[in-house]
């Protein structure tokens, strides 16, 4: 399940006809800062549009979004932060491992080489890009 697809339903019903769904769905991003929410949302684009400061944007679609899945949702400067339900979130990974039963979390074997980069750094020298080898 895709809970950046959620939010972008759910930022839809709220912004209206100014954004397609697929718009809103590739600007939302994910914080820097676990303290900024799980998902956050950039109200630059919409400036344009209504004419108003992105702050001032963000402020007002956070007073009016609403859905079971965030926990809270907060306007931060020109973004709107969401927290999504642990319990909501839980509840459906649990149900995804118990319809998929053994295979979860599998994937159909490829036949393609996969590079792996791994550090090898050498204490006696300061860490850097140098160190990584490619095998």
């Avoid at 914080?31 to 900024?36: D, I, L, N, S, Y």
């Amino acid at each position: 399940m895709s809970y950046e697809r959620k939010y972008a339903e759910a930022l839809s019903r709220v912004i209206g006809d100014e954004l397609t769904l697929d718009q809103i769905e590739a600007l939302i991003e994910k914080p820097k800062h676990e303290a900024h929410g799980d998902l956050a949302f950039p109200c630059f684009q919409l400036a344009k549009a209504y004419r108003k400061a992105p702050v001032m944007i963000a402020t007002e679609i956070s007073n009016e979004l609403n859905d079971e899945l965030f926990t809270k949702v907060e306007a931060a400067g020109p973004y709107v932060n969401v927290f999504l339900s642990r319990d909501v979130v839980s509840q459906e990974i649990i149900n995804t491992v118990l319809d998929e039963k053994s295979d979860y979390a599998t994937h159909a074997t490829r036949n393609e080489t996969i590079v792996t980069d791994f550090s090898s750094p050498n204490i006696a020298k300061p860490f850097s890009m140098g160190h990584l080898v490619r095998r």
